[in-house]
């Protein structure tokens, strides 16, 4: 049985009513409450086409009638394009690409022959980006053609059979069409007869066209870019774009065809999460939109070697490697160079299409822009950033991007991105990493820290990297596994508050022993400018003073109605000598309090340690945390 026929049979299983219209069929579309037939349903080479004229997506009307992408192909592998020259095109169901046969020498045209006899004939010859759409057209009375693996490699293809034709050229709408589009009118300029370039009429490809029914005539011209003059600004009605679901890569953590960020401290493990995610995509284990289709995966990564570090820990992870694909640029003189953004954005469409890609994983994200851009810089960071965003919307591929945090102490992981603020802002979700120390099992822990399209009160994940040794024909090589533990009751952003509490309780005790003997050693009190002075001169920085001032329990006065400000130590201080009250400053943990509460402490602070409140708790009224109260530091 064909894939027409499968499809119509699942359509008729379901109630709906097919019509038969001699080039193709219409039926209700099982994805909507279909009234009127809108589903067309189109025969080609290989395969069948199918387009709602509703707006569903072709994957909600396979889910509706519980059929796989590999019942759209007469062969359930997928399709298989022979050229002329004994060249073997495999494409399969997933989208993904791989050559046999005749792979040398120079590529020849798809259907070399057809157009050798075309141009003779004097027929119009139609360009194409792939394949599929060259059998989409000639299903509709056309002679059509195409390069072999893709809209970036018409370059490498002989365009010579060209010459003297009338070309009808309909590239893709999207910029790697636009960039193929450029590739074949240099190719052709001064060589054909004719160049007309047209813009289908439904969809973004040929393909799409035919799949919703329309002929040759119904295509659009379109101005060559040569006759492009200005550029200009379009209106789009809202009613006209039908709503659709936010469709997830790995179940409301990670949005297809988004942005995502994989951000943390260095050696917890990212780049080996990142090969964790791959190997489920690869294996079609992933929950999400792709779990039982094992799907394609692009790799750019600059900091690990492939063959010591990157291809071993996607063995050990369980990745297909078939799908796991390398991403380098190779320039016209043969010159491999890392991929750069947003220079290589429509390049890269390019590919991501040719083999179905799910995931571009750049590791770390940094690294790939462009050096002359600054990573510091917002309007920078967009310029990099929104290219790739619109690149991921169109294709429906997610980019997870590395990140590293930088040195602050604060408890906000998107506030601890390293580089602009724009990283965290131009991405739709992001994923923090963080080593949990208080642990025994050395487990780090992963937190949903920004969910723009979903639930951002997801549970933290606990996870610990084991190593694994792989043979080689070397040795044996070890490399590190990603081990989910199951959930953790500690997130990332607790952890950093615990560290950063840490830290700064650690800074500001050494700096109140200072500010005491400092003190002491002045009579008991100074200038705050010449202490604040002083302090610099031994690396305490002046807001780490003034926190210190407040836990070492000086006081801050006016000397008399027109003199500075002053710091001094209370009387008892004063007499009990620097070593004993540095000790007791520095071991305590709550600072000594009146316990008539009279000093002026901000609302939403504990009113003995000093130490933010639980918002909750303040929220109700509460003044200090449970434990912190005048009687018991008094005492």
């Given amino acids: 049985m064909g894939a027409v026929q499968t499809i119509l049979a699942a359509l008729e299983h379901t109630g709906g009513k097919v019509i038969t219209n001699g080039t193709g069929h219409k039926a209700q579309c099982p994805a909507h409450d279909d009234r009127n037939p809108s589903l067309s349903v189109r025969g080609i080479e290989g395969q069948a086409l199918l387009h709602c004229h509703a707006g569903c997506d072709w994957r909600d009307v396979l889910d509706a009638l519980a059929l796989t992408p590999a019942d759209l192909f007469d062969d359930q592998a997928g399709a298989r394009y022979g050229y002329d020259d004994g060249r073997i095109v495999h494409r399969t169901p997933a989208k993904a690409f791989r050559q046999s046969g005749n792979t040398h020498g120079d590529a020849q045209l798809y259907r070399r022959s057809r157009v050798d006899d075309a141009v003779k004939a004097g027929q119009t010859v139609y360009l194409v980006e792939g394949e599929k759409d060259v059998h989409a057209l000639e299903a509709i ?213 040719r083999v179905g890609a799910v995931l571009l994983s750049l590791d770390p994200l940094m690294s790939t822009i462009n050096g002359s851009l600054d990573t510091h810089k917002d309007r920078d960071v967009r310029q990099a950033l929104e290219p790739l965003a619109r690149l991921a919307d169109q294709a429906g591929i997610t980019v997870l991007g590395n990140a590293h945090f930088n040195k602050s102490s604060g408890s906000d992981p998107m506030n601890a991105i390293m580089g602009s603020a724009a990283f965290g802002n131009v991405v739709r979700a992001a994923l923090g990493f963080a080593a949990d120390t208080d642990t025994d099992d050395g487990g780090c822990v992963i937190s949903q820290v920004k969910n723009n399209l979903g639930k951002l009160d997801l549970p933290s994940l606990r996870y610990r990297i084991d190593a694994a040794v792989l043979p080689t024909d070397e040795g044996p090589a070890e490399v590190g596994r990603l081990v989910m533990l199951g959930e953790s009751d500690r997130s990332v952003a607790d952890i950093m508050r615990d560290r950063g509490d840490q830290g700064d309780r650690s800074e500001r005790d050494e700096a109140a022993a200072w500010l005491v003997d400092y003190l002491a050693e002045q009579g008991g009190q100074a200038k705050a400018g010449e202490t604040i002075k002083a302090a610099a001169g031994h690396g305490i920085a002046k807001t780490t003073l003034t926190r210190a001032r407040e836990r070492a329990g000086v006081i801050s006065m006016k000397d008399g109605m027109s003199g500075g400000w002053v710091w001094s130590l209370g009387p008892r201080r004063i007499h009990e000598g620097t070593e004993e009250t540095s000790s007791e400053t520095v071991d305590s943990s709550v600072p000594s309090v009146d316990s008539s509460g009279d000093l002026d402490v901000p609302q939403g602070i504990c009113q003995v340690c000093r130490e933010p409140l639980d918002p909750v708790l303040a929220g109700l009224g509460d003044t200090t945390h449970p434990g912190c109260t005048p009687e018991r530091t008094a005492a």
């Fill in 141 to 353: 009375g056309a002679v059509a053609t195409t390069a072999p693996m893709g809209a970036t490699n018409w370059t490498k293809v002989d365009p010579s059979p060209l010459a003297g034709a009338h070309l009808a050229v309909v590239p893709d709408r999207d910029p790697a069409g636009e960039k193929w589009l450029h590739d074949v009118l240099d190719s052709v300029d001064g060589k054909a007869a004719s160049v007309s370039v047209f813009t289908p009429k439904t969809g973004k490809d040929a393909a799409d066209h035919v799949a919703a029914g329309h002929g040759l005539n119904d295509l659009t011209p379109i101005p060559t870019p040569t006759e492009v003059s200005t550029r200009q600004v379009r209106l789009t009605p809202a009613s006209t774009i039908k709503p659709r679901p936010v469709r997830w890569l790995w179940a409301d953590r990670l949005p297809a065809g988004e942005v995502c960020l994989t951000p943390g401290r260095g050696g917890v493990g990212k780049s080996t999460f990142h090969a964790w995610v791959i190997a489920h995509l690869t294996r079609g284990t992933l929950p999400g939109v792709h779990q039982g289709e094992p799907r394609a995966c692009i790799i750019a990564a600059v900091e690990d070697s492939w063959q010591r570090t990157i291809v071993p820990r996607l063995i050990a992870a369980g990745a297909d490697l078939e799908l796991a694909y390398r991403a380098d640029v190779v320039t016209d003189e043969g010159a491999e160079l890392s991929l750069t953004l947003p220079a290589d954005c429509d390049a890269l469409a390019g590919e991501v299409d």
